[in-house]
């Protein structure tokens, strides 16, 4: 049996899965946020009350924000950012009493995806997370080397939350500030908040991604004007990467995802930005939905 933890910000999912993927568990509970002794209980608790509704015990993969450093064996580069700095590897493996896998968690869910999702048997799969967050995780050659998502020697790879917005416009410069003290980050134009965030200043008045979604439909002007600058933006950012990896399929994960006017209108903003004679390339909603990232975590112990 196979684990699967995902820790979030507001909450942490757990999984349970056979080896064929079966679920057998499912739990979640709310995230202790600014707390991170009582984080680390929650995530124990957890692992225990799967494997008590499982009826058995099971490797432990957990899927979190930002990464484990290499070099100092600290968390980084999380935006939940009361585990930045911690141990959090050897404390969470001490609690448990067992060895644990730890993987971003837009790793994760291009593990998952990768595995038995919207781009199994296709040889590079790069899920998006578009969500309160936003980042990115590359996973390769799917269920033949399952658990192995690409993570780099700094454990940076696909990032691609904070990198900046590409071929800025002069109203873009230098963009809205970010929590990790950059200006312009991709995530502070591409996130729930930053698609709600963008709409006000053009509005002039403080809304709701959710909000701004339902007023496209009713066919709002502002808020279609909102949706054609996220898509413009969306596009460019997605081709800057496929300029590198060239990858089989793009799969999008996160509320975003859930949103079909931004994924039918995706591909035609990012063909123009693209080197090569026609762009192509499969952009899918994640399959698991929700559930992605966790199952993904799970898979962090199948590895060939």
């Known amino acids: 049996m196979r684990i699967g933890i995902d820790l979030g910000g507001t909450k942490i999912a757990g999984i349970a899965l056979d080896p064929d993927g079966t679920t ?5 509970v709310a995230t202790p946020r600014d707390d991170y002794a009582a984080t680390l209980a929650a995530i124990a608790d957890l692992v225990r009350e799967l494997e008590a509704r499982a009826g058995g015990a099971g490797s432990v993969g957990i899927g979190m924000p930002g990464a484990i450093s290499p070099r100092s064996g600290l968390v980084k580069n999380a935006n939940s950012v009361w585990l930045n700095g911690r141990p959090f590897a050897q404390d969470l493996e001490r609690a448990l009493a067992r060895p ?19 781009g199994a048997g296709l040889p590079i799969v790069w899920a998006i997370i578009l969500g309160t967050g936003v ?14 998502a690409l993570s780099g020697r700094d454990r940076i790879a696909g990032e691609w939350g904070h990198n900046p917005l590409p071929s800025p ?20 134009w591409l996130s729930g908040p930053a698609l709600a965030a963008d709409h006000a200043r053009r509005a002039g008045a403080t809304t709701t991604g959710e909000a701004v979604i339902a007023a496209l ?33 793009i799969v999008i994960g996160g509320g975003l995802s859930r949103v079909p006017e931004i994924l039918s209108g995706l591909p035609e903003r990012v063909a123009p930005h693209v080197f090569t004679d026609a762009f192509d390339t499969p952009i899918r909603p994640s399959r698991h ?8 975590a799970a898979w962090l112990w199948n590895a060939a």
């Open 24 to 28: 057998r568990a499912e739990h979640r």
């Open 217 to 249: 439909r009713a066919g709002e002007p502002d808020a279609l004007a909102t949706l054609e600058r996220y898509l413009d933006r969306l596009g460019r950012g997605i081709a800057h990467v496929v300029n590198v990896i060239d990858p089989d399929v």
């Open 135 to 148: 980042g990115s995780g590359i996973a390769l050659q799917g269920r033949a080397l399952s658990g192995r």
């Open 289 to 296: 939905g929700d559930a992605s990232g966790v199952r993904g």
């Open 169 to 188: 416009r002069d109203d873009e410069r230098p963009g809205p500030a970010c929590y990790c003290g950059r200006h312009g980050c991709l995530e502070t």
């Open 100 to 118: 644990v896998r730890f993987e971003n968690d837009a790793n994760c869910l291009a593990v998952s995806e990768a595995v038995d999702g919207a």
